[in-house]
């Protein structure tokens, strides 16, 4: 069995040096970048499994992102993360082709334990 891949998409430094080694232990191979075009960079030289973003981020955000990457043909899943509490945001974003997205902060441990 194979482990599977993340691409963490995150400008906040802390964010990825706190989450990918969470996901590192919990068997997952992650990969980071600091913004869209990183990601794309990122996903030209490797599949992965999912992608993990945050949508807003200097250059390329993450709704940029997953514009880009459905425009493509590319239909890895893909989470996004945000402050943004605003319903119209989340709508546009799923419509755009996101998967689902997670308001920060969150636990990720409270996560882990299935209680999103």
Do not use: C, H, Q
Not at 23 to 35: H, P
Request: aromatic letters at 6%.
């Amino acid at each position: 069995m194979s482990t599977a891949r993340v691409l963490l998409v995150d400008d906040e430094e802390t964010i990825r040096d706190g989450l990918a080694p969470f996901l590192g232990r919990s068997g997952f191979e992650v990969t980071t970048a600091a913004d869209g075009r990183a990601a794309l960079d990122a996903l030209a030289g490797e599949a992965v499994d999912i992608v993990v973003s945050d949508i807003l981020m200097p250059g390329m955000d993450g709704r940029e992102l997953v514009r880009r990457l459905r425009a493509a043909d590319n239909w890895t899943p893909i989470i996004l993360l945000t402050r943004v509490g605003a319903s119209f945001e989340r709508s546009a974003a799923l419509e755009e082709g996101a998967d689902d997205y997670l308001n920060k902060p969150f636990d990720p441990t409270r996560a882990s334990a299935g209680r999103w």
